[in-house]
């Protein structure tokens, strides 16, 4: 799909036969004006090509905003800041656009910036300038570049002009000792010998906030990439520029080799090789192939669909969904009425300003008796770190009005990896049941007085007390205490099922393994059982083996009763026997009907 729009734009600007080949640097003059090559790269690193994308050509100009960006990173913001401003020229790239006053070159983006900056570069590491500059490329474009040595030559035998802007630096002490290696620097830059193919991955790295889509690595920081995307916004297609801001709308550099990089930022980067240039020095095709791209498919930093009703992907009630901790009926009777005082907020997708915004008002449009909040970040596919500040401020604002927050399924973003720490009151939980089960208990300890959870009165009032006296006393006789210590394994699964336990104190959970729907082996737990409640019944009654683990959760102990026990009291006393079978019929009866009702409203949450 993308391809073929690729190819129609190649087929529709082939016959576009405006524009001429440079000549100025004589080794220029030998390109084939037919070389036409478009290339894409997304940020997830998918590349899309059409055309003579393998052909090799030179950077030219295009090294500018790269090496802007390396001069950042070597010397500071605030160094490079003393050598060359950042305002559009409205001049040609190789004009010599200087303050009157300081003698400071215009921008980065035109010859005398470049130099400026190629200068600085070049006093900071003299003798590995060469080698840096290169191997910063080579990260840039995923493959290691090389320097095309007759263009080189070429442009610095013939590089008066750019030699004479060099030594108008030096005059005005910009640079502060010979310009010639400075010069040579820059010469050599602009002589890297590249593809389409490699300058729509070093766009894509622009894109990808100085994150290489292809190699995962890192050459450029996200604060660099950004004044490099903007100085390329406002100054790198020379004096078109302002034309090209309107009519294309995305930052972009253009070299006179025929090169034309352009950045979708966060989406894809762009790369048009075509070696006829128009008046401006900007490829002819280049340029009407960004236009059309932009048009055609809404790739404008100033058209963006508007974000209103995208992050909040459900608000519900802890009546809505409820953990897969089983409650004895005292717990229920008191969470029950108190489950609506707990809401999960879920959220999606990138979380910057606009999206914090929207939980703001999600957050201030609560029912006001709310009292825990169960921020749920499974479906946030970013964080970026410009919105920890604004997240943490939402969050204690949160606290600070007395609500409980717990945050669930954060774990991978970076914010969350330190908040513990930062935000006394906050939890933060792998699980969303887990996170549920937690605010159910901090709903239950703000109803009643003591000890509302797990307490010997639901060991007392576990489902042996409905039974007959007398069936009881003859089951209480059989059953043997057990102890267990924290995370010991009480069932395995494909043990035969020869014991019935009912929980005296402690939990107890049962869990599963089975492949997510990513595939991945995903490990997650089907229940927890109080004191009063029993499990193991399944095995117990059928005969057949155990189909799921239980653990003791922190230790506990059980009462136990034996198969042979069991068959023996069915032969002395069936009453009583049956009285059993009846009362875990009834259990089980309850925990499915329970278990139906969860997963009815698991699929509308
Ligand atoms: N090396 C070329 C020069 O300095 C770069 C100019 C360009 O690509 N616009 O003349």
């Not at 953990?323 to 609506?340: C, K, V």
């Not at 394994?489 to 019935?500: H, M, Q, S, T, W």
Request: net charge negative; hydrophobic share 40%; proline share 5%.
């Amino acid at each position: 799909m993308i391809q073929d729009v690729l190819n129609e734009l190649h087929s529709r600007f082939a016959s576009l036969d405006e524009g001429e080949v440079a000549s100025y640097i004589p080794e220029l003059a030998k390109a084939c004006p037919q070389d036409f090559g478009i290339a894409i790269t997304t940020a997830s690193g998918r590349i899309y090509e059409v055309g003579d994308t393998r052909k090799p050509f030179t950077i030219q100009s295009i090294s500018k905003p790269f090496v802007f960006g390396l001069g950042i990173k070597l010397l500071t913001p605030e160094r490079l800041a003393l050598k060359v401003d950042v305002e559009p020229s409205g001049e040609a790239f190789n004009a010599i656009s200087l303050d009157p006053d300081t003698g400071k070159p215009r921008n980065p983006m035109i010859n005398a910036g470049a130099i400026a900056i190629s200068a600085q570069i070049s006093a900071h590491d003299p003798l590995g300038a060469d080698q840096l500059v290169l191997d910063f490329f080579s990260e840039l474009a995923a493959r290691a570049l090389e320097v095309d040595q007759a263009v080189y030559q070429s442009e610095s035998e013939t590089g008066h002009r750019n030699r004479a802007i060099g030594y108008l630096l030096r005059n005005s002490n910009i640079i502060e000792a010979a310009p010639e290696p400075g010069l040579d620097l820059y010469f050599r830059q602009c002589a890297i010998s590249v593809d389409c193919r490699d300058l729509a991955v070093m766009a894509a790295t622009l894109a990808c906030q100085g994150r290489n889509p292809i190699t995962g690595r890192q050459p450029l920081s996200p604060d660099i990439s950004v004044r490099v995307l903007a100085l390329m916004g406002s100054c790198g297609m020379y004096d078109f520029a302002g034309q090209w801001l309107h009519d294309v709308g995305i930052p972009a550099k253009s070299g006179v080799a025929g090169g034309v990089l352009a950045v979708v930022p966060g989406r894809l980067g762009i790369a048009v090789y075509s070696p006829p240039l128009d008046g401006f020095g900007n490829s002819v095709r280049g340029v009407a192939v960004c236009t059309q791209l932009s048009h055609g498919v809404g790739m404008s930093l100033f058209n963006q669909s508007p974000q209103a009703g995208n992050t909040i992907r459900r608000v519900y009630s802890g009546s809505q969904r409820t953990s897969r901790r089983w409650r004895s009926e005292r717990e229920l009777a008191l969470l029950q009425p108190h489950r609506d005082r707990l809401r999960i907020i879920q959220i999606q997708g990138v979380l910057d300003f606009a999206a914090l915004e929207q939980l703001a008002a999600a957050v201030v449009a609560l029912p006001p008796q709310t009292r825990v909040l169960i921020l749920d970040m499974a479906h946030v596919t970013e964080l970026p770190p410009s919105s920890d500040e604004l997240l943490n401020r939402q969050l204690r604002l949160l606290l600070e009005r007395g609500l409980q927050v717990l945050v669930s399924r954060a774990g991978r973003l970076a914010m969350f990896q330190a908040a513990g720490q930062q935000l006394e009151g906050l939890q933060l939980l792998d699980q969303l049941d887990f996170a549920i089960e937690t605010a159910e208990n901090l709903l239950m300890e703000g109803t009643s007085g003591e000890q509302p959870i797990s307490t010997a009165a639901d060991s007392e009032a576990c489902f042996l007390s409905r039974l007959p006296s007398e069936s009881r006393a003859a089951l209480e006789a059989l059953l043997l205490e057990r102890g267990f210590q924290p995370g010991e394994a009480v069932i395995n699964r494909g043990d035969p099922g020869n014991e019935l336990f009912l929980v005296r104190d402690g939990l107890f959970s049962t869990h599963i393994e089975f492949e997510a729907l990513s595939g991945e082996p995903h490990r997650t737990r089907l229940a927890t059982f109080g004191p009063g409640m029993c499990f193991g019944e399944i095995a117990f009654i059928t005969g057949n083996r155990r189909i799921a683990d239980i653990t003791a959760v922190d230790g506990g102990r059980c009462w136990v009763l034996q198969r042979s026990d069991f068959e023996n009291l069915q032969e002395r006393q069936p009453a009583a026997a049956l009285d059993l079978l009846k009362a875990l019929t009834c259990d089980l009866g309850l925990k499915l009907s329970q278990t139906s009702v969860q997963l009815s409203r698991s699929e509308l949450v």
